[in-house]
């Protein structure tokens, strides 16, 4: 028996629901008390879409005993826009919550782990942080190409002269050409574009910081240097 009587004042998480049978009257089964616990991660600069998971650990109790039950945390898989997911813990118990973004890659764990206890009055906030851009957007312009924008080759380097990324200028859907460069850390790149021929050559040269964030545009202009006039026989 538990000895409490009517009117007395103990400790929530110390609250027990008692369950009895016809046949085990003599034996109460003491069962914990649960309640379903919010979860919601928090990037700094959110994605325009994503997925991440949050991981809750079990680290003891709060309570005066260890209340009864399943003490077991879990893994929760959430997804843009709000990133949110909701699990079912046992009340009285001490937790921690650690959690990241996994797609787009780019983001790490912000004062982590994140320490709560059931019952829980808020929902957890599990906050991470952006590290990288997530796209860099190279426009190339030619500014005497008379057949207008063309699609060339793009190379993007960091203040150390290492080629990070490189590829081909492709049409846009509002007929510009542009080429993208992923998951870049913040820094100092030099963004060159070039393409040679015997109809003659463009190239071109910016260097500028890249911050993190979703999205930077930038633009290289593109000169045309017609090629030499043959020479006489």
Same mark, same amino acid.
């Not at 039950?69 to 997804?79: I, K, R, V, W």
């Not at 890659?105 to 206890?117: D, E, S």
């Not at 993007?156 to 049409?171: E, F, R, Y």
């Given at each position: 028996? @538990? ?44 994605? *325009?879409? +994503? ?10 109790? !709060? ?5 009864? +039950? ?24 001490? !937790?921690? %919550? ?39 957007? %190279?426009?190339?312009? @030619? ?5 207008? *924008?063309? +699609?060339?080759? %793009? ?32 820094? #100092?790149?030099? #963004?060159?574009? @070039?393409?040679? +021929?015997? @109809?003659?050559? !463009? ?10 964030? #979703? ?6 202009? %593109? ?9 006489? *026989?």
């Amino acid at each position: 028996q @538990s000895g409490l009587k009517a009117g007395m004042v103990i400790p929530l998480g110390d609250v027990k629901t008692v369950e009895t049978q016809e046949d085990l009257k003599a034996n109460p089964i003491i069962l914990g008390l649960f309640e379903d616990v919010t979860f919601t991660l928090a990037p700094d600069i959110a994605p *325009p879409s +994503g997925m991440g998971t949050v991981t809750i650990k079990n680290v003891g109790f !709060w309570t005066t005993v260890a209340p009864p +039950g399943p003490s077991s945390g879990g893994t929760l898989s959430l997804s843009s826009p709000n990133y949110t997911g909701t699990l079912k813990l046992a009340k009285g118990f001490k !937790w921690e %919550v650690t959690g990241n973004l996994q797609d787009p890659p780019g983001y790490q764990p912000l004062n982590q782990p994140i320490p709560f206890q059931s019952p829980a009055m808020n929902a957890v906030q599990i906050p991470v942080t952006l590290t990288v851009l997530l796209q860099l957007q %190279v426009f190339t312009d @030619s500014d005497a190409n008379p057949k207008g *924008p063309i +699609g060339i080759n %793009v190379q993007v380097k960091n203040a150390a002269g290492q080629l990070i990324a490189g590829g081909m200028s492709v049409k846009q859907d509002d007929g510009k050409y542009a080429f993208s460069a992923v998951f870049l850390p913040p820094g #100092i790149y030099t #963004i060159t574009a @070039s393409q040679g +021929g015997t @109809s003659g050559k !463009w190239d071109g040269s910016v260097t500028i910081p890249v911050k993190r964030g #979703i999205l930077q545009p930038t633009s290289v202009p %593109v000169t045309y240097t017609a090629p030499p006039p043959p020479k006489n *026989p």
